[in-house]
């Protein structure tokens, strides 16, 4: 497996990295296979590994800590916390507050005294970027995290954060965590494009779009009920696209699956690729495709299908920003909407 630098911070690691979002309750309650995963996963050559506090409320970390017992000094340990983890209304967010307390958290459930990267799971609007990157450069400081990252961050507040830490002299985000695939392309226009400018590496998430590029979705077969219970694997649109995916993915010689991961790999400005096995049996289709090579002409098939920087549909999980959900955000007042 040949590693990649991550970003301008020096780590080393693995084109592939192994995201721990389906260990535990929500995905695979088997701690033990679970276990046995993460290991096949290292023996294979992957360093990185993504978890955070949210995944099963805490239970994929402690499940992370037992798979690194031994072997933690060969992997590249990142988490993640902003996401609610209680009814209080401060264990959430990225405050001071709740940052420090949500680390400390995490590392005694990962039972490790430090992580590699530590990253604000979402953006905090009602928080000032400057008192989250001052906690989090006191948190390096204490050497309980070696580099700092956001994640799903839109391009304009990944710029504002690297000026805000440049002006107050604090530790800047060094990775990026945003959603990409074949079938959600916007990251392209100003979001990778901006990481490379600042030298930051890339962990881009969901490459598979939440399970409808592994081709077992598909119109016609009778997984109708299946995806019922995801808006995105219901958009008509989303699954013309994988139809017309499917044959350039056959012509090539490969799976769709794989396919999918070799396109987003191959953008310059992506570093790793998450990928997030419920089973061995994903993890070992996912593993025999890690040397996939796209070449142009497939690349170019893939271009006509979804254009450069563009999207199909929506993933369920996708950011919104509040200028797009709070309607009082885009509406002015009634009284004031008459333009005489």
């Given amino acids: 497996m040949k590693y ?76 993640k916390a902003h996401l609610s983890m209680g009814d209080d209304p401060n264990r959430m967010g990225s405050s001071r507050r709740w940052l420090v307390r949500a680390l400390d958290d995490s590392l005694r459930r990962l039972q490790t005294d430090h992580v590699d990267l530590f990253q604000v799971h979402r953006p905090a609007p009602d928080t000032d970027v400057e008192e989250t990157l001052s906690a989090l450069t006191d948190l390096i400081r204490a050497g309980k995290v070696r580099a700092i990252g956001s994640s799903t961050f839109p391009a304009s507040e990944i710029v504002e954060a690297q000026w805000v830490a440049e002006r107050r002299g604090l530790a800047r985000f060094r990775t990026e965590q945003p959603p990409y695939s074949i079938l959600d392309r916007g990251i392209e226009n100003e979001v990778l494009p901006v990481c490379e400018r600042y030298g930051m590496g890339t962990l881009v998430w969901s490459p598979l779009a939440q399970g409808l590029l592994t081709g077992r979705f598909r119109k016609g ?31 090539a010689g490969m799976s769709l699956t794989h396919m999918a991961m070799a396109f987003v790999i191959a953008h310059p400005g992506v570093t790793s690729a998450i990928i997030g096995p419920r089973t061995e049996a994903h993890l070992d289709d996912l593993l025999a495709g890690v040397d996939t090579v796209l070449d142009d002409d497939v690349l170019d098939r893939i271009d006509a299908i979804v254009p450069p920087g563009s999207g199909v549909g929506a993933l369920d999980m996708d950011y919104r920003t509040p200028a797009i959900l709070q309607p009082q955000l885009r509406r002015r007042p009634t009284e004031d909407r008459s333009a005489a």
């Fill in 4 to 79: 990649r630098t991550l970003g301008r911070t020096g780590i080393k690691v693995s084109p592939y990295c192994l995201g721990a979002m389906m260990f535990g309750a929500v995905g695979n309650p088997d701690h033990d296979d679970s276990v046995r995963m993460i290991h096949k996963a290292l023996d294979a050559g992957v360093n990185f590994v993504d978890t955070a506090d949210i995944y099963s409320h805490g239970e994929s970390e402690e499940i992370v800590g037992k798979a690194l017992k031994g072997r933690r000094d060969d992997v590249v340990l990142a988490t």
């Fill in 221 to 251: 077969t009778g997984t109708e009920s299946r995806r019922a219970r995801f808006k995105h694997m219901t958009d008509e649109r989303r699954l013309d696209a994988v139809e017309r995916l499917v044959p350039v993915a056959e012509e």
